[in-house]
């Protein structure tokens, strides 16, 4: 048999191989070829229905980015009830936040956190691959029931909390050095209705310096690091859910689900520090306290506003 018949011969063993995997050409058939015509016909068959199989999407994890009091809360909520859609919620495996003053926690499952009880904490770089490697085993996982992975990031540890901007890793950027594909989503809301609220909470004390000029430094270097990312405003999800949403779901990729709302608050989620009505809808706006007020002049507030195309005059929009 000449070499051409002998790589022809190969090359319809290997094609029909392929198409009996996918149940489309039984090997009997194959057994039966009695001449080139034959196994061409064959051939040309089985390559047809070949390219009709669609072929598996890659895996593909969602991430969705927003300060606190900005209603992130109530949108992973939505997110998860998507179909087929699991949420982990307020995710930031370089937090240094559980492991200052807490170091005798309870954590049998928590492999970082054992690990910082130990006495000997991991550097961040091991951390990091040992948090990658498991987002990949729970993406695959989930992927082969059907089902798709979002992360909500707990952006507070990582830009609000403790002094200076942490310079760290973002989850993005790990996720990004594990290799794995990304769809991303930034959430925001009006800075002051949203520092007022977390004044409210007393969360702006874990700030250093204390100031409404350093959250809006701060913002603005969350907005740096997500530099690119598509930017949904909280303000237009609530006065138009079920539309918002729909945009949502098209750029995480996610199958969307018209009722969310009958079903979004039997979720329970940290950092659910909000609303306690279970409606999505405008709230009527509240005062600003003058001592925010007194602090509206600072350069890098109006940079900020500008950047997220708000009006740096708060008036008319919803309140805590």
Request: charged share 20%; with cysteine.
């Amino acid at each position: 048999m000449s070499a051409e018949k002998t790589d022809f011969s190969n090359l319809v063993k290997g094609i029909l191989g392929l198409a009996e995997e996918h149940g489309i050409a039984p090997h009997e058939n194959a057994r039966r070829l009695k001449s080139d015509d034959d196994q061409a016909q064959t051939v040309q068959n089985a390559i047809h229905k070949l390219s009709e199989i669609t072929p598996a999407s890659p895996l593909q994890i969602r991430t969705i980015h927003h300060f606190s009091c900005s209603g992130g809360t109530m949108l992973a909520k939505c997110i998860a009830s998507m179909s087929n859609t699991v949420v982990l919620n307020e995710v930031d495996p370089l937090s240094a936040i559980p492991f200052r003053g807490d170091l005798d926690r309870f954590s049998p499952t928590d492999l970082i956190a054992l690990m910082h009880q130990s006495g000997s904490p991991p550097e961040p770089e091991l951390v990091a691959k040992l948090f990658g490697n498991s987002i990949q085993q729970v993406a695959q996982t989930l992927e082969q029931s059907g089902k798709t992975l979002v992360l909500r990031d707990h952006t507070h540890g990582h830009f609000l909390y403790g002094a200076g901007r942490d310079n760290r890793y973002t989850l993005k950027r790990i996720l990004e050095d594990a290799e794995l594909p990304l769809l991303s989503l930034v959430t925001v809301r009006h800075p002051v209705r949203s520092y007022q609220s977390m004044v409210k909470m007393g969360w702006d004390g874990h700030l250093t310096p204390n100031t409404f000029d350093e959250y809006c430094k701060r913002y603005l270097s969350f907005l740096e690091a997500y530099e690119g990312t598509p930017v949904v405003q909280y303000e237009n999800f609530v006065a138009d859910p079920i539309q918002v949403m729909q945009t949502i779901c098209e750029h995480l990729e996610l199958g969307f689900f018209e009722d969310f709302q009958d079903v979004f608050d039997s979720f329970k989620f940290s950092g659910d520090s909000g609303r306690t009505s279970g409606t999505i809808e405008p709230r009527p706006p509240t005062p600003i306290d003058d001592a925010i007020l007194a602090q509206l002049n600072c350069s890098s507030y109006h940079e900020l506003v500008e950047k997220l195309n708000y009006d740096s005059e708060v008036h008319g929009e919803n309140g805590s």
